[in-house]
């Protein structure tokens, strides 16, 4: 067993805590290879289902007392070599690191968990999304195709930063259940669809089938696009379906999250 111990940290000026505070930005997310989650959920999440990604957890000293089992729990962890550190601040610093507004105290750094796309040809239910722009939305897909049982999520070049704070809260952990591919080209992405037997089924609101009226194939993608400008052609053209939602109301569309929703829901194992 290992004889590491909590670490205390006070200063701005710490190597660290310079290192978390620049996560907040894609560019060093980038660099670092890794990004912040927070909150108790998503780090008893990530310890869960992916611990191996977890590099330092922070608590604040109120978490600390607040979360006093959960603090020993990941004591007992750092232990045995399962978190590389974890480190306790002042309730004011805490505040200087978070990216929340309303903060629990509980912050981790975890190393990027993309899979290679080549992993495609092992999988059977795929979302594909293409170019969506807002991350709360993007973080309910994930979420959705966690709870309707797909298997990966891959995002398109052009698409919002799966390791946004933002996204990351929004998907309440699912992030950690599925398997995530990032920023494929879309040709690269389509001839891999291809090479591997994918049936395409591209959600649109020029749909020629109704998505409840499908019988999903057992092994196909569906292809979310942007908020305003739907899928891209590249994908359109290649699509096996062009299915839509079907509304009788007077609104003309619906958000992009609650929309993918509707679809995944339909599409989901039968």
């Given at each position: 067993?290992?004889?590491?111990?909590v670490e205390f940290i006070s200063s701005r000026e710490n190597e660290?805590?310079?290192?978390?505070?620049?996560?907040?930005?894609?560019?060093?997310?980038?660099?670092?290879?890794?990004?912040?989650?927070?909150?108790?959920?998503?780090?008893?999440?990530?310890?869960?289902?992916?611990?191996?990604?977890?590099?330092?957890?922070?608590?604040?000293?109120?978490?600390?007392?607040?979360?006093?089992?959960?603090?020993?729990?990941?004591?007992?962890?750092?232990?045995?070599?399962?978190?590389?550190?974890?480190?306790?601040?002042?309730?004011?610093?805490?505040?200087?690191?978070?990216?929340?507004?309303?903060?629990?105290?509980?912050?981790?750094?975890?190393?990027?968990?993309?899979?290679?796309?080549?992993?495609?040809?092992?999988?059977?239910?795929?979302?594909?999304?293409?170019?969506?722009?807002?991350?709360?939305?993007?973080?309910?897909?994930?979420?959705?195709?966690?709870?309707?049982?797909?298997?990966?999520?891959?995002?398109?070049?052009?698409?919002?930063?799966?390791?946004?704070?933002?996204?990351?809260?929004?998907?309440?952990?699912?992030?950690?259940?599925?398997?995530?591919?990032?920023?494929?080209?879309?040709?690269?992405?389509?001839?891999?669809?291809?090479?591997?037997?994918?049936?395409?089924?591209?959600?649109?609101?020029?749909?020629?089938?109704?998505?409840?009226?499908?019988?999903?194939?057992?092994?196909?993608?569906?292809?979310?696009?942007?908020?305003?400008?739907?899928?891209?052609?590249?994908?359109?053209?290649?699509?096996?379906?062009?299915?839509?939602?079907?509304?009788?109301?007077?609104?003309?569309?619906?958000?992009?999250?609650?929309?993918?929703?509707?679809?995944?829901?339909?599409?989901?194992?039968?």
């Open positions: 067993m290992s004889t590491k111990k660290c805590i310079k290192r978390v505070k620049k996560l907040h930005d894609k560019k060093y997310r980038e660099e670092f290879k890794s990004f912040i989650i927070e909150g108790l959920k998503l780090v008893k999440e990530a310890i869960d289902y992916q611990i191996k990604c977890v590099n330092i957890l922070i608590f604040s000293q109120q978490a600390k007392e607040k979360y006093q089992e959960f603090y020993n729990e990941c004591k007992y962890l750092l232990q045995d070599g399962k978190i590389k550190r974890v480190i306790e601040v002042p309730d004011k610093l805490f505040e200087y690191i978070t990216t929340t507004s309303t903060p629990q105290g509980i912050l981790a750094e975890c190393n990027f968990i993309d899979t290679d796309i080549n992993f495609i040809k092992n999988l059977k239910r795929v979302v594909v999304v293409n170019k969506l722009q807002d991350p709360g939305n993007l973080g309910t897909l994930i979420r959705c195709a966690d709870a309707f049982g797909f298997d990966a999520v891959i995002t398109t070049k052009g698409t919002v930063d799966i390791y946004n704070p933002k996204a990351i809260r929004a998907t309440m952990g699912s992030l950690f259940h599925l398997l995530i591919v990032r920023e494929v080209e879309e040709g690269e992405l389509i001839k891999i669809l291809k090479d591997n037997s994918f049936i395409v089924y591209v959600a649109t609101p020029y749909g020629d089938i109704e998505v409840s009226k499908i019988v999903p194939d057992k092994r196909f993608c569906v292809v979310i696009g942007n908020e305003s400008e739907g899928v891209s052609d590249s994908f359109t053209k290649v699509a096996t379906r062009k299915i839509k939602i079907p509304m009788v109301g007077k609104a003309e569309s619906l958000n992009a999250a609650v929309a993918s929703s509707i679809v995944l829901y339909e599409l989901r194992k039968r």
